[in-house]
């Protein structure tokens, strides 16, 4: 019953390390997003893909890039980790084209970065 | 602008107490949805309910109740008889105005934590 895996539950990484969290639905979704979570401030929209090989940025996308080669994968990218980036990582997937989309989100990735 | 909020930070009650989650929201369209997630200590987000802006009818699903007020623009959240399992965080979030490239992405709001007390 699997449906959004995250590939990595925690992660620790050193400043200025490349970062990829991977992220794969196999619910053939065509929208795919990546929250980051932080306590006080709930879940805050880094990016989102409504297509193969599209992106839109979200509300922080600063020292963030994705990728979307395949409909069922969204990764997520730091380039060059930094301490406040360390966070719990949320990945989800809907489909359809409205306000009404349901979210599936995977179990998180919680990144530490020292 | 979009806005969710949640002003119940944290929530502490014993089994059996039932506790309401306070959610009120800011938006200028007319046509909108409202979620509920709960967010159990494993971490995965699940889905609980979705409501459309024009079925002001309030639900009930087992012990979950869910009272939506277009009026004072909020949408709350029941659970009568609490149990230990409904520790969780609870989100509610609002859907993005449609077009602009949104279409139809979710605000939420910054959540409430519910300890729920054998």
């Known amino acids: 019953d699997v449906k959004v895996t995250q590939s990595s539950r925690y992660l620790v990484k050193r400043t200025g390390e490349k970062v990829f969290l991977e992220c794969v639905q196999d619910m053939d979704h065509e929208n795919m997003f990546w929250y980051r979570q932080d306590p006080g401030l709930g879940l805050r929209l880094i990016y989102f893909s409504y297509d193969v090989k599209m992106k839109e940025k979200g509300d922080i996308p600063e020292g963030y890039s994705v990728s979307r080669e395949k409909k069922e994968r969204f990764s997520l990218i730091l380039e060059s980790a930094s301490t406040n980036q360390t966070s719990m990582y949320l990945c989800a997937s809907s489909t359809g084209k409205t306000g009404a989309n349901v979210l599936t989100f995977g179990a998180g990735s919680r990144l530490t970065v020292l | 602008a979009q806005k969710v909020t949640q002003a119940q930070t944290e929530i502490s009650v014993v089994e059996k107490e039932d506790v309401t989650l306070d959610c009120v929201y800011e938006?200028?369209?007319?046509?909108?949805?409202l979620f509920w997630y709960k967010q159990p200590p494993s971490g995965e987000l699940v889905f609980l309910i979705r409501r459309n802006s024009f079925d002001e009818q309030n639900e009930i699903s087992g012990r979950y109740s869910w009272n939506f007020q277009k009026s004072t623009s909020s949408f709350n959240f029941t659970i009568t008889a609490s149990q230990v399992v409904d520790s969780a965080v609870y989100f509610c979030a609002l859907s993005e105005p449609f077009g602009g490239g949104s279409q139809g992405n979710l605000i939420f709001g910054k959540g409430t934590k519910l300890s729920v007390k054998p």
């Open positions: 938006t200028r369209d007319t046509t909108y949805y």
